[in-house]
């Protein structure tokens, strides 16, 4: 059984930075497409965005410049590094294959407040 852990979320105001990572049970993260995704209360979980198995990476667009997804092979991490962080950013942050194909985590609250 698979179990995906993040951590890193927190309050953060407007415009600041923040770096969200994702451990994981198994060494299997450079074997499939990982992504971050998000969910903001009364809305649906929406991906951010995605890592191939090639290190390619794509964003949605609302966060496209602003943050970077990474993977550390060697620790069986990923990460997502947030910068410029905007209001509508604050949501539970979950990491999982692309597409998902594990049992989701407890995610991490990110919140942008001044």
């Known amino acids: 059984q698979v179990q995906l852990a993040e951590s890193g979320g927190g309050l953060v105001q407007p415009g600041g930075s923040l770096t969200l990572s994702c451990a994981a049970s198994g060494s299997f993260f450079s074997s499939y497409a990982m992504a971050w995704y998000r969910q903001a209360p009364g809305r649906q979980r929406e991906l951010v965005a995605r890592?191939?198995?090639?290190?390619?990476?794509e964003y949605d667009d609302s966060v496209k410049g602003r943050f970077t997804i990474s993977r550390d092979k060697d620790k069986n991490a990923l990460h997502l590094h947030m910068n410029s962080v905007k209001l509508e950013d604050t949501a539970v942050y979950y990491c999982?294959?692309?597409?998902?194909?594990?049992?989701w985590g407890q995610g991490t609250q990110v919140t942008v407040s001044p």
């Open positions: 890592i191939g198995r090639s290190e390619d990476t």
């Open positions: 999982n294959g692309a597409p998902p194909r594990w049992t």
